[in-house]
DNA sequence: TTCACGATTCTA
DNA sequence: AGAATCGTGAAG
C-alpha cells in the first residue's frame, strides 16, 4: 500500500496511462480503514490532443492539468459526475491520465467500472483537487502487486470524445469484469471470473 | 448574461 | 436509442 513515488509520474501520459493499469487506488476512510481498488482501464490525454481539457485554454477549471505531475485533477462531468485524473509529464504542459474503472475486492465487480462510478465509490469530489496522489493526501495510488505484473493490456481508442477518437490511448486489463465498455469483439471467456481473484490476489 | 456542449450514466 | 442535468467556456 506504499505510494507510487512522484517520479514516476514525470513522463508522457501514454507512458503512465498503461503502467498504471493494475496499479491500486486507496483511500484512508474517517474510521481510518482503507479502501482500495485495482486500477483496470485508464485512458491518456496531452495538451496538444484536441480531447484534452488543456488544448484550448489555461483556466481555473483547468489549472491543475498544467500544473506538476503527481497530483489528482478531478473535474466535473456533465454538472453531474465526477471524473478523476492523475497529472503526468512535466510543468505547464498538461497532460494525464483519466482513471475510468476499478475493481474492489468483495464488491460488486461493476461499482467503479466507469469514471463516474469509480470517483462516487472512492468519493473523490472536486475538494481532491489538486492534492498529491504520492501519499500526503487520504487518496493515493500504490504500485502494481508483482503477482499482476505484466497484466494482459488491451489497447483501444478512448470514449465518449468526439475529436481524437482514433487515438489508441485507451487501456484495459482483458481479464477484469470491471472494465467499463470492451472494445469491438473483445469478449470475456464466460467461464472466466478473473475480477475475483484479481481482487483477492492483489491484496 | 446567454447558449451550446460534454473525458457520463441509467433506462427503455 | 434517449433523457437527465448543470458546470464551463465562448460568444454577444
Not at 461499482?111 to 463516474?116: E, H, K, L, Q, T
Request: some cysteine; charged content about 20%.
Amino acid at each position: 500500500m506504499k505510494p507510487i513515488p512522484s517520479t514516476f509520474f514525470c513522463r508522457p501520459a501514454e507512458v503512465v496511462g498503461p503502467y498504471l493499469v493494475g496499479c491500486r487506488l486507496v483511500k484512508r476512510q474517517p474510521d481510518g480503514s482503507l479502501l482500495w481498488g485495482v486500477i483496470v482501464e485508464t485512458e491518456a490525454y496531452s495538451q496538444d490532443d484536441p480531447a484534452c481539457h488543456g488544448y484550448r485554454r489555461r483556466t481555473p477549471s483547468n489549472e491543475t492539468l498544467f500544473g506538476p505531475p503527481g497530483r489528482f485533477y478531478v473535474y466535473v462531468s456533465y454538472g453531474i459526475h465526477h471524473c478523476v485524473n492523475v497529472v503526468t509529464d512535466r510543468d505547464d504542459w498538461a497532460s494525464g491520465v483519466l482513471l475510468r474503472a476499478a475493481a474492489l475486492p468483495h464488491e460488486p465487480e461493476r461499482v467503479a467500472a466507469g469514471p463516474g462510478l469509480l470517483t462516487r465509490r472512492f468519493g473523490l469530489t472536486r475538494s481532491d483537487d489538486t492534492q498529491p496522489v504520492t501519499g500526503e493526501h487520504d487518496a493515493w495510488l500504490a504500485p502494481r502487486p508483482a503477482s499482476l505484473n505484466s497484466p494482459e493490456l488491451v489497447t483501444t481508442t478512448r470514449i465518449g470524445i468526439s475529436q481524437g477518437k482514433d487515438l489508441p490511448l485507451r487501456w484495459y486489463l482483458r481479464s477484469s469484469r470491471s472494465v467499463s465498455r470492451r472494445s469491438k469483439g473483445d469478449r470475456l471467456p464466460s467461464l472466466m471470473q478473473a475480477w475475483l481473484p484479481l481482487a483477492e490476489v492483489a491484496g
